[in-house]
C-alpha cells in the first residue's frame, strides 16, 4: 500500500472529486492521503475533510506566500488542533524566495514561528523551501533543539550536496511528480536520499506526473512517482511501496496518532 503524503485536495479543481478519491483509494493502492494547509481557511478545510474521510489526515500551516497574514488567530487555531487525532503535522512551512509573495524577514519570522509551535505541540514539520535553501538551513540551525519531532522536505527539487547538509537535521524527503517531467534531471537525487527517509506525495492538483501533464493530479498519480523511483533505483516497485509506507508511518504515526 501506499501514503500520498502530500495533496491538496479542497483546491477548487479537486473538491467535488473527494467523496470519490476517497472511495477509490484502496482499488488505487493507496491507504490514506495527507491533506495540508498553506494558511488558516485552508488548514481548517484539511481538518474537516481529515474528520469526514476516515483514510484523509490534516497537516495544518502557513505557507510561506501567506506569512504576511499570520497572526495570535492563526497560531491560536494551530495550537488548539494540533491535539486532534487525524492532525498528523505542522505545515507546509518554510522560505519561497522564488516568488516573494511575503517579505523574506517576514517569512523567516513565520517560519521560525511554527518550529516553535510544532516542538511545543509535539509534531513534525513539513517544509515548502524555494530557492532559499541556504536561509532554511541557518533557521534550523538556530533552532536545532526544537526539531525534535521529524522533519519533512516536501517536493524536494534540492542538490545532492543539500541533502547532504539537511541529513544533520535527520530530515526525511519527499518525491512528487516533477521527478517524471522531461528536464527534471533528478536521478542523482533520487538516488542519494537515504532509503530509510524516503517518502511519496502528489501535490495534487499540482505537478501532476508524465504522462498526464495538463490535468489536475490526484493521489492516485503517485503510483507514477513509484514507478519513477523503482525505474532510477532499478528495484522491483514493490519494494518502493514498502519503504516509502514504513517510512510515512514512522514519520507521522509514531507520536501515538
Same mark, same amino acid.
Given at each position: ?10 483546491d ?7 467523496k470519490e ?11 490514506s ?5 498553506f494558511?488558516?481557511?485552508?488548514s481548517?478545510?484539511a481538518? =474537516? ?11 495544518i500551516?502557513t505557507?510561506?506566500?501567506? =506569512?504576511k ?11 488548539q ?7 498528523l ?11 516573494d509573495?511575503?517579505e ?8 521560525a ?6 516542538d ?11 530557492d532559499?535553501y541556504?536561509d ?7 533552532h536545532k ?9 516536501? !517536493? ?6 543539500m ?5 544533520k537535521y535527520? !530530515? ?7 521527478i517524471t517531467?522531461?528536464n ?9 536520499i ?5 517518502l511519496?506525495e /502528489?501535490?495534487?492538483p499540482?505537478m /501532476?506526473?508524465v504522462?498526464y501533464?495538463g ?11 513509484v ?7 532499478g528495484?522491483?516497485r514493490?519494494?518502493i511501496e514498502?519503504? /516509502?509506507?514504513e ?9 501515538g496518532?
Open positions: 500500500m501506499l501514503i500520498d503524503s502530500h495533496a491538496h485536495l479542497s477548487e479543481r479537486l473538491i467535488e472529486k473527494v478519491i476517497s472511495e477509490n483509494l484502496p482499488s488505487e493502492g493507496l491507504e492521503v495527507f491533506e495540508v494547509g494558511d488558516l481557511q485552508s481548517k478545510n481538518l =474537516a475533510l481529515a474528520e469526514k474521510y476516515n483514510n484523509m489526515y490534516a497537516i500551516g505557507h510561506p506566500h501567506d =506569512a497574514y499570520y497572526d495570535s488567530e492563526v497560531e491560536e487555531f494551530y495550537m488542533s494540533a491535539s486532534n487525532k487525524k492532525v503535522a505542522i505545515g507546509e512551512i518554510g522560505l519561497d524566495y522564488y516568488y509573495k511575503s523574506r524577514d517576514i517569512q523567516r519570522d513565520v517560519f514561528r511554527q518550529i516553535v509551535i510544532a511545543k505541540v509535539g509534531l513534525p514539520i513539513v517544509l515548502h523551501i524555494r532559499a541556504g532554511a538551513i541557518d533557521i534550523l540551525e538556530t533543539d526544537k526539531l525534535n519531532h521529524g522533519v519533512l522536505l516536501h !517536493c524536494y527539487l534540492g542538490s545532492v550536496e541533502i547532504k547538509r539537511f541529513n535527520n !530530515c526525511y524527503y519527499a518525491l512528487g511528480g516533477v517531467f522531461k527534471a534531471k533528478k536521478d542523482d537525487v533520487i538516488a542519494a537515504p532509503e530509510d527517509r524516503l511519496v /502528489t501535490d495534487s499540482y /501532476t506526473p504522462p501533464r490535468q489536475p493530479n490526484e493521489p492516485k498519480f503517485v503510483n507514477l512517482v514507478d519513477k523511483i523503482a525505474s532510477v533505483k528495484v522491483d514493490k519494494i514498502n519503504i /516509502t509506507y517510512n510515512t508511518k514512522r514519520l507521522f504515526f509514531k507520536y496518532k
